[in-house]
């Protein structure tokens, strides 16, 4: 069975900074020849969201996507010091055993630094709710840290490393067999 990441987006905002530093690392992981599989919430029909409904086609095959993956990328904006309500959409369709033993990554976008803390609080409570098996240490970027213009995402020095960091490390836990299930 080949290894699959596949990456969640919360962001309402097909190109927002969070969505693309995703997407960079989803591009390295791509190139190491790891099957790569996306959704947003604009894939969903917002009732399904809404009302958080696993029934009908396209969450069916998100849930399905998200237990056969070998690990598991989120990825958010962070407006009131704390992960999106998109994000949390998207995670409230997934049955609390779904992560079990996977690996996983989160990788947020502020304008401000000082939430990073509470964020990190979040992910580590989402960690153990779904009894993930291997946390890589998340990706925060600043919004002054990641340009998006007609060319392309630019990043700083910091978030370019982070990126690399985050991309290593999954490809690193994925591919190396005798890797520690370590959850934060």
């Known amino acids: 069975m080949s290894k699959q990441a596949v990456f969640i987006s919360g962001s309402p905002q097909p190109s927002s900074r969070s969505t693309r530093v995703a997407q960079a690392i989803a591009e390295r992981l791509d190139a190491a020849d790891l099957r790569v599989r996306r959704f947003g919430l604009s894939d969903f029909e917002s009732s399904d969201l ?9 969450p069916q ?6 237990e056969a ?3 598991v990328i989120w990825s958010t904006p ?8 998109g994000l ?3 995670l409230d369709i997934i049955p609390p055993d779904a992560l079990r033993g996977k690996t ?9 630094g000082r939430h990073f803390q509470s964020v990190q609080r979040a992910f580590d409570d989402l960690y153990r709710f779904f009894d993930v098996g291997f946390v890589i240490p998340p990706v925060f970027v ?4 990641v340009h998006i213009g007609e060319h392309g995402l630019r990043c700083d020095a910091n978030a370019e ?9 999954l490809l690193s836990a994925l591919f190396t067999p005798e890797r520690a299930h370590v959850a934060s």
């Open 50 to 58: 809404v009302y958080a409904r696993a029934d009908g086609r396209v």
């Open 61 to 66: 095959h998100y849930l399905e996507v998200v």
């Open 69 to 71: 993956a070998s690990a």
């Open 78 to 85: 962070v407006y009131k010091a704390t992960y999106s309500g």
């Open 88 to 90: 949390k959409l998207l």
């Open 104 to 112: 996983v990554l989160a990788v947020a976008s502020s304008r401000i």
């Open 142 to 145: 600043l919004d002054e840290q």
């Open 161 to 169: 490393a982070a990126i690399d960091r985050a991309a290593t490390a």
